[in-house]
Every structure is written in C-alpha cells, then in structure tokens.
Nanobody, 125 residues
Framework: QVQLEESGGALVQAGASLRLSCAASGRTLSTSAMGWFRQAPGKEREFVAAISWNGGRTSYADSAKGRFTISRDNAKNTVYLQMNSLKPEDTAVYYC??????????????????WGQGTQVTVSS
C-alpha cells in the first residue's frame, strides 16, 4: 500500500507563488511515475503535470506550461509542484498520484494507482 499526503495549499492573491509537496509512505516510489491533477468546483479532474521515475521527463498541461514546475526527491520519497504567477483560474483542489506499475509518465488519471486526499489552492483576484 502507498499513502500519499499533499501539503502546501493556501489562499493567495493572483501573481503569488506556492509550492505543493506530496509525501509518500508505505513503499518507495523511486520507480514510479508521479503526477499532479486538480479539480475545480463543478469541473472534472484535470491533468496538471507529471514526472518520470528519475525526473528525466516531465509533461505539463498547457495551462501550467511556463508557470508550474514539477520535481521530485526520491531520497525523501516526495514530489513537488512549484506554482508561480498564480491566477484565479488555478483555484482547485490539487491531488498527487502515483503510477506504481510504470516508470513512464501519463496524462490520464485512470492510469495512476494511488491518490492523495488533496490540498486546496485558492487564488483571489
């Protein structure tokens, strides 16, 4: 079993930065691809960013490109999402997910095996 715990969400003003963290426990995720997804009120969950097992490859949603950076520290079993120049439309619950059966990144949520409980990010205008 894998437990994922997100942290770092907050209420911020537009233009601010936040760094989300996702700490894993239960097993090492050093051979797993990891992803960040988000879900805004009344909307479906959407892909934000993903990173391969060793950080060698990353993928971003168009809305995140140039503003968000995903990274990982396998020694700490933790994945991060640095979010800069936040906009009100970034308001959502952010979830991290682990794809334990593959080292390759995916933008599809149904290809991830474990999910955290989420952390709320609210961006005011």
């Amino acid at each position: 079993q894998v437990q994922l715990e997100e942290s770092g969400g907050a209420l911020v003003q537009a233009g601010a930065s936040l760094r989300l963290s996702c700490a894993a426990s239960g097993r090492t995720l050093s051979t797993s691809a990891m992803g960040w997804f988000r879900q805004a009120p009344g909307k479906e969950r959407e892909f934000v960013a993903a990173i391969s097992w060793n950080g060698g490859r990353t993928s971003y949603a168009d809305s995140a490109k140039g503003r968000f950076t995903i990274s990982r520290d396998n020694a700490k079993n933790t994945v991060y999402l640095q979010m800069n120049s936040l906009k009100p439309e970034d308001t959502a619950v952010y979830y991290c997910a682990a794809r334990t059966r593959s080292v390759l990144i995916s933008v599809r949520g149904n290809e991830y095996d474990y999910w955290g409980q989420g952390t709320q990010v609210t961006v005011s205008s």
